[in-house]
T-cell receptor, first 114, second 110 residues
Framework: EAQVTQNPRYLITVTGKKLTVTCSQN?????MSWYRQDPGLGLRQIYY???????DKGDVPEGYKVSRKEKRNFPLILESPSPNQTSLYFC?????????????FGSGTRLTVV | ELKVEQNPLFLSMQEGKNYTIYCNYS?????LYWYRQDPGKSLESLFV?????AVKQEGRLMASLDTKARLSTLHITAAVHDLSATYFC??????????FGKGTRLHILP
């Protein structure tokens, strides 16, 4: 089944404790992206990757890191999480940015930083 | 900078009624997307509109795109409770960056 898999689904952590949210897709998509969703603010792009070893900042990259060492995986890293990073996070992928026919979204990760 | 505005942001309606959600965007684009999100769930792609005048229909939902007016509409015909969800439009800018609207929370009363 074609899908984007995120883990974990739920995570509660403490301020300053490094964490990684994993994202993997099995559709051979070139383009992958991370969004955060907050009430009243909609979805905001954190980082995106157009292909292996190519990543770039979205609208709200502060406090986040990403890597794209393999085509299928695009982990989101919070080196020192803070409470303002409490949010619902989505990973999404698409065939390519230039031929964009819509995203396939992961199931989401609800992160709480206390 | 591309901005995407949806209205209304919240809509409560009776079953059986018709209504329209509007999506306006600020700069030229010919690609627009509609997504549905159920509470606590992920986003599901509904429609991809790739040209001026494009119209797509799925069940009780119909989406259209007018690139000259920079407007897309999502029309709901004879609403049923199962259509209660949040609906997002998203637009590609000239650099293929995708910008989402804030979403329209639709609540259909039985």
């Amino acid at each position: 089944e074609a899908q984007v898999t995120q883990n974990p689904r739920y995570l509660i952590t403490v301020t300053g404790k490094k964490l990684t949210v994993t994202c993997s897709q099995n559709m051979n998509h070139e383009y992958m992206s991370w969004y955060r969703q907050d009430p009243g603010l909609g979805l905001r792009q954190i980082y995106y990757s157009m292909n292996v070893e190519v990543t770039d900042k979205g609208d709200v990259p502060e406090g986040y890191k990403v890597s794209r060492k393999e085509k299928r995986n695009f982990p989101l890293i919070l080196e020192s999480p803070s409470p303002n990073q409490t949010s619902l996070y989505f990973c999404a992928s698409s065939l390519s940015r230039g031929r964009f026919y819509g995203y396939t979204f992961g199931s989401g990760t609800r992160l709480t930083v206390v | 900078e591309l901005k995407v505005e949806q209205n209304p942001l919240f809509l409560s309606m009776q079953e059986g009624k018709n209504y329209t959600i509007y999506c306006n965007y600020s700069t030229t684009s010919d690609r627009l997307y509609w997504y549905r999100q159920d509470p606590g769930k992920s986003l599901e792609s509904l429609f991809v509109l790739l040209s001026n005048g494009a119209v797509k229909q799925e069940g009780r939902l119909m989406a259209s795109l007018d690139t000259k007016a920079r407007l897309s509409t999502l029309h709901i015909t004879a609403a049923v409770h199962d259509l209660s969800a949040t609906y997002f439009c998203a637009v590609s800018d000239r650099d293929d960056k995708i910008i989402f609207g804030k979403g329209t929370r639709l609540h259909i009363l039985p």
